[in-house]
């Protein structure tokens, strides 16, 4: 595709209940990251994936998130139990080979709503 | 820790007017330094990057200077235009075999004409 794309661009849940979002990254980048973004704040880092492999999760904020990419290409994000907390808009961001140099390219987002 | 500090928005200029918006970081090592912007009703794309101290990055009449001695990566342009309103990210990458970003909070701009 032509850029990251990741959906759905909206959702809303309640309290409790299990969401998965989507994100599909730019064809041929090999690594792939998930952040969060509250409302007046910057992203803040959530998981790195540089293939299949989850090289970096320092960022999840508890067990009840988990993200899989398992042939290397779409990656979601898993988000159990939801509370009105985890409310903000998770991007997603890839970039040809990773590294503290290369350019990344966001999505658009998903806002998630927890009612 | 590894942090970015941002100056508070908004901040409100005139077309044609002089724009600094001031980035600090706090960071071991030798990062590399970026400014990303968000237009309304888009994602997040790179402006410009600086990947070392001294380095002057520049793109659509922006440029930042990577200065070491005050760990600093401010945002400038000589004359702004009405479409330049957007929020602006400054974010340092330090990790050399992830490319996490550690943004600041943002800082909006919006240009009257």
């Known amino acids: 595709g032509a850029g990251v794309s990741q959906t759905p661009s909206n959702k809303v849940t309640e309290k409790g209940k299990y969401v998965e979002l989507r994100c599909d990254p730019i064809s041929g980048h090999t690594a792939l990251y998930w952040y969060r973004q509250s409302l007046g704040q910057g992203p803040e880092f959530l998981i790195y994936f540089q293939g299949t492999g989850a090289a970096d999760d320092s960022g999840l904020p508890n067990d009840r998130f988990f993200a899989v990419r398992p042939e290397g290409s779409v990656s979601t994000l898993k988000i159990q139990r939801t509370e009105r907390g985890d409310s903000a808009v998770y991007l997603c961001?890839?970039?040809?080979?990773?590294?503290?140099?290369?350019?990344?390219?966001f999505g658009q987002g998903t806002r998630l709503t927890v009612v | 820790g590894n942090s970015v500090t941002q100056m508070e928005g908004p901040v409100t200029l005139s077309e044609e007017a002089f724009l600094t918006i001031n980035c600090t970081y706090t960071a071991t090592g030798y990062p590399s330094l970026f400014w990303y912007v968000q237009y309304p009703g888009e994602g997040l794309q790179l402006l410009l990057k600086a990947t070392k101290a001294d380095d002057k990055g520049s793109n659509k009449g922006f440029e930042a200077t990577y200065r070491k001695e005050t760990t600093s990566f401010h945002l400038e342009k000589g004359s702004v235009q009405v479409s330049d309103s957007a929020v602006y990210f400054c974010?340092?990458?330090?990790?050399?075999?992830?490319?996490?970003?550690?943004f600041g909070q943002g800082t909006t701009l919006q240009v009257k004409p």
């Open positions: 974010a340092l990458s330090r990790t050399s075999n992830t490319g996490k970003l550690i």
């Open positions: 961001a890839s970039s040809l080979q990773g590294g503290k140099n290369t350019e990344a390219f």
